[in-house]
């Protein structure tokens, strides 16, 4: 019985390192490993704003007007194969659904753009599906990948 308790033991931790590696999430950098592993064993949402202590959260802001940027979201969204629910170009809002890449479990990712001071805010959030435990990273990955591939298209 012990042995069979050890051994699951072993598997699930496994499959939670294996997870926080698939995501790439940045383990080590502030507010650090700790806290994080916390956020991502804990949290089931990732979302973007000001003055987030995860520096890949950070609230974006970029220089284009925000019909244009809607453009460029959208084609990211394409881009990343994620599953387009509603696009609404007026109130420059995109709902749309990602899957994680090993379970092909769903998160919901919700964009929304902001004319702000310094030009047009980028707001997302990525929320799992599957209940409330943590994520391991999975919504931050979202995120990241969402930034990732609109900067490499600016």
Same mark, same amino acid.
């Given at each position: 019985?012990?042995?069979?308790?050890?051994? *699951?033991?072993?598997? #699930?931790? %496994?499959?939670?390192?294996?997870?926080?590696?698939?995501?790439?999430?940045?383990?080590?950098?502030?507010?650090? %490993?700790?806290?994080? *592993?916390?956020?991502?064993? %804990?949290?089931?949402?990732?979302?973007?704003?000001? #003055?987030h202590p995860c520096r890949e959260l950070e609230l974006r802001i970029y220089r284009l007007p925000p019909a244009r940027l809607f453009e460029r979201v959208a084609h990211v969204v394409d881009l990343l194969n994620w599953e387009l629910l509603e696009s609404d170009p007026a109130g420059k809002r995109l709902h749309a659904v990602a899957r994680t890449p090993l379970l092909h479990l769903r998160s919901d990712v919700e964009i929304e753009l902001k004319l702000g001071d310094r030009g047009t805010e980028l707001h997302v959030r990525s929320s799992t599906r599957h209940g409330r435990a943590g994520d391991l990273g999975a919504n931050t990955r979202h995120i990241m990948e969402l930034h990732a591939t609109l900067e490499r298209m600016l």
């Open positions: 019985m012990n042995q069979l308790l050890m051994t *699951l033991f072993a598997a #699930g931790g %496994s499959l939670i390192v294996g997870a926080l590696i698939l995501n790439c999430v940045p383990l080590n950098d502030k507010p650090g %490993s700790a806290r994080r *592993l916390w956020i991502y064993l %804990s949290k089931h949402v990732a979302e973007t704003r000001h #003055g």
